[in-house]
């Protein structure tokens, strides 16, 4: 099974197919696995989780790839599935990387589709060598000056995550108002964080590596240079379905319609989670979790005509009568 979309659906959905005996591949464009989760909230506890009265997202999604991991799947990050061409017995997918993968079922949890982050206009250069637009392990910030822009959640949540880590964290906004949770903002206002408003990275300095940001305020055109070893932008994603819309796929108000099986009705190829659409549908990682189960107990059939859908229960029959 392939599994295109490494957030949540896609990677209970791992877990399940390899539960049901199948070998997975997971795609996903982003870098990290962990969707939404991983690239806007990584830091903020989620409620509604069933089983988990409070979980941090990073925490959530560590767990689903632990309890992935238990049936070895093959991620293949960075690679976003552009094309789906059909074979008699099975589906090839081609990455926008030149990535082939032979699949006898595809389950597509793109979600709200490809990440692409705002740019850093002024940083481009530096992608790579100190500008970040994910922030995927905080120790190798230990003892590093970081710039954090933004003023939404995802730059007040890495803001609060590296501050015990990083040597400085200053969080760099081009205004004086915050898009993120109150509860975030009052955090980073009484932690080491130093806040800079009406100001926004002009230029960034260093060869290899960057050694030097230098800041304006956008209010006076005053500008300073500090020492910095890394930026992290986090100025948000903007998110295209992309090439999936090109694959023959029904599509019902930018998402795509789905049957009770989770079935899209192109042959092999099934969705869930926040990429479905169908009457009474909502939009949360509870369902999203429950359709990709439903998905790949329907995709088993396909995979080997001798399976059921109904897959019997993970806890064995020790206790059944
Ligand atoms: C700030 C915020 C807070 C939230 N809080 C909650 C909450 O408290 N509780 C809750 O239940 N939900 C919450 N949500 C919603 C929740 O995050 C989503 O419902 C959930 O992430 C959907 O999971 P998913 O796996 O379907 O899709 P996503 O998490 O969107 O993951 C989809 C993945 O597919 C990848 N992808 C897309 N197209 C391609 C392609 N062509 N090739 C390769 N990869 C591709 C993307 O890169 C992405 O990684 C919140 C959302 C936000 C933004």
Do not use: C
Not at 68 to 81: E, G, R, S, V
Not at 176 to 198: C, G, P, Q
């Amino acid at each position: 099974m392939l599994i295109v979309g490494a957030g949540p659906a896609g990677l209970y959905g791992a877990y399940y197919a390899g539960f049901r005996g199948m070998s997975v591949a997971l795609m996903d464009s982003l870098p990290e696995a962990g969707g939404q989760v991983t690239a806007m909230y990584p830091e903020k506890v989620i409620y509604d989780v069933a089983g988990f009265p409070a979980i941090r997202g990073r925490e959530l999604v560590d767990a689903l790839v632990t309890q992935a991991a238990q049936f070895d799947p093959t991620y293949l990050l960075d690679q976003q599935a552009a094309e789906l061409a059909h074979e008699p017995d099975a589906v090839v997918v081609t990455s926008s990387q030149g990535h082939r993968v032979r699949a006898r079922v595809v389950v597509i949890t793109g979600g709200l589709g490809t990440f692409t982050p705002r740019p850093l206009p002024t940083g481009t250069g530096h992608l790579g060598r100190g500008l970040v637009y994910f922030v995927p392990k905080l120790d190798v910030y230990a003892d590093q000056d970081v710039i954090v822009v933004g003023g939404g959640d995802s730059a007040f949540d890495w803001a609060l995550a590296l501050e015990p880590i990083a040597r400085s964290v200053t969080l760099v906004h081009r205004r004086d108002r915050f898009r993120a949770h109150a509860a975030t903002i009052e955090r980073v206002e009484a932690s080491r964080v130093e806040i800079l408003t009406f100001s926004e990275v002009a230029a960034i300095h260093g060869e290899d590596r960057i050694e030097k940001v230098e800041l304006v305020q956008t209010r006076t055109g005053d500008r300073h240079v500090r020492p910095a070893q890394a930026v992290v932008a986090a100025l948000g994603f903007t998110a295209d379905l992309g090439p999936l819309t090109r694959w023959g796929l029904t599509m019902a108000r930018r998402h795509i319609a789905v049957d009770s099986t989770m079935f899209t009705g192109v042959d092999r190829v099934f969705a869930a989670g926040d990429i479905t659409e169908y009457p009474g549908k909502v939009r949360l990682i509870a369902t999203g979790f429950g359709e990709v189960a439903t998905a790949v107990n329907n995709a088993a059939p396909v995979v080997d005509p001798a399976a059921k859908v109904f897959p019997g229960h993970s806890s064995g029959d020790s206790t059944a009568s």
